[in-house]
Antibody, heavy 120, light 107 residues
Framework: EVQLVETGGGLIQPGGSLRLSCAAS????????MSWVRQAPGKGLEWVSV???????YYADSVKGRFTISRDNSKNTLYLQMNSLRAEDTAVYYC??????????????WGQGTLVTVSS | SSELTQDPAVSVALGQTVRITCQGD??????ASWYQQKPGQAPVLVIY???NRPSGIPDRFSGSSSGNTASLTITGAQAEDEADYYC??????????FGGGTKLTVL
């Protein structure tokens, strides 16, 4: 079964750091495009970052310079290192595999999400 | 602001047909994918590509596209279809982008 499980969320003070993990099963993280998508309370989905199979990484402007996406091939796990956290980073963070051919792309599967709350 | 525009809310009578739309320039070049999200749950893929349904998604869900508009149609809406629906495609930089979401109410 193809599955993603996120961990690492929690309550963190503004300016702090947190690392999220996303453990994959049923497929190989390093062979796929893997993204983080977040959802602030009561709001819509916002794409955050992607790491391509070749290792290239891209970020939304809202997190560029503060967040770093990476992966550990030996653990088949995706990470999101979040530094200089702000109140507006409060959200449920999902990891998702992106599949497609460039013209048609989609996210499947999604993890269950992990809540990050930035507050003093 | 999102480069994909969706109506914030749509309603449909039980058993009737509803269309949820998504507008954006990128849709002239890329297909949209569609996700259903129920309260407290992760998004679930319902339509991808030209008009493809993942295993387990009922055939009352279908997708289409014309010009800069992609549409998700539910033919014979059921009570369990009440949810938020999001479209997804690419932005002008080629990165993924989501529409603002449409809250579907089944009356």
């Amino acid at each position: 079964e193809v599955q993603l499980v996120e961990t690492g969320g929690g309550l963190i003070q503004p300016g702090g750091s947190l690392r999220l993990s996303c453990a994959a099963s049923g497929f190989t993280v390093s062979s796929n495009y893997m993204s983080w998508v977040r959802q602030a309370p009561g709001k819509g989905l916002e794409w955050v970052s992607v790491i391509y199979s070749g290792g290239s990484t891209y970020y939304a402007d809202s997190v560029k310079g503060r967040f770093t996406i990476s992966r550990d091939n030996s653990k088949n796990t995706l990470y999101l290192q979040m530094n200089s956290l702000r109140a507006e980073d409060t959200a449920v963070y999902y990891c998702a595999r992106e599949v497609g051919d460039g013209i048609a792309n989609w996210f499947d599967p999604w993890g269950q999400g992990t809540l990050v709350t930035v507050s003093s | 602001s999102s480069e994909l525009t969706q109506d914030p809310a749509v309603s449909v009578a039980l058993g009737q047909t509803v269309r949820i739309t998504c507008q954006g320039d990128s849709l002239r070049s890329y297909y949209a994918s569609w996700y259903q999200q129920k309260p407290g749950q992760a998004p679930v893929l319902v339509i991808y590509g030209k008009n493809n349904r993942p295993s387990g998604i009922p055939d009352r869900f279908s997708g289409s596209s014309s010009g800069n508009t992609a549409s998700l149609t539910i033919t014979g809406a059921q009570a369990e279809d009440e949810a938020d629906y999001y479209c997804n495609s690419r932005d002008s930089s080629g990165n993924p982008v989501f529409g603002g979401g449409t809250k579907l109410t089944v009356l």
